[in-house]
C-alpha cells in the first residue's frame, strides 16, 4: 500500500511558476508520476521519475518548463512548475506505479493522490 498527498495548487497569472510536492507513505519505493485533468478533458501525462536512477520523462507541452524530481530521504517528488500558461489549469494529481516501470501510461499507476488544483490566469 501507497499513500500520497499533494499540496503546492494555487492561482498565478500566466509566466508564473508553482511547486508542487508529493509526500509518500508505505511501500515508497516506487515510480511516481505527476498527472492532470482540465475541465472536460481527459486525464493526461506530465512527468514521471523512477526511484533508483532518476529516469524522467515529460510530456512534450511541458519540456523545458516543467521539472521533476525528489527526495528520497523525504519521501517526497517535487515537479517545480515555471513560464505557466492557461493551458497548465488543472487539477494535478500525484501517482505511483511499480518501480520497474518508468513510462506514461496511467493504467500502470496504481496508487492516486486526491489531486490539487492549479489554475493559471491569463
Not at 9 to 34: E, F, M, P
Not at 69 to 80: C, F, I, P, S
Not at 111 to 121: A, E, F, I, L
Request: charged share 15%; aromatic share 12%; proline share 3%.
Amino acid at each position: 500500500q501507497v499513500q500520497l498527498v499533494e499540496s503546492g495548487g494555487g492561482l498565478v497569472q500566466a509566466g508564473g511558476s508553482l511547486r508542487l510536492s508529493c509526500t509518500a507513505s508505505g511501500r515508497t519505493i516506487r515510480t511516481y508520476g505527476w498527472f492532470r485533468q482540465a475541465p472536460g478533458k481527459e486525464r493526461e501525462f506530465v512527468a514521471a521519475i523512477t526511484w533508483s536512477v532518476s529516469y524522467t520523462k515529460y510530456a512534450d507541452s511541458v519540456k523545458g518548463r516543467f521539472t521533476i524530481g525528489r527526495d528520497n530521504a523525504k519521501n517526497t517528488v517535487y515537479l517545480q512548475m515555471n513560464s505557466l500558461k492557461p493551458e497548465d489549469t488543472g487539477v494535478y494529481y500525484c501517482a505511483a506505479s511499480p518501480p520497474s516501470y518508468s513510462g506514461s501510461n496511467s493504467e500502470a499507476y496504481d496508487y492516486w493522490g486526491q489531486g490539487t488544483q492549479v489554475t493559471v490566469s491569463s
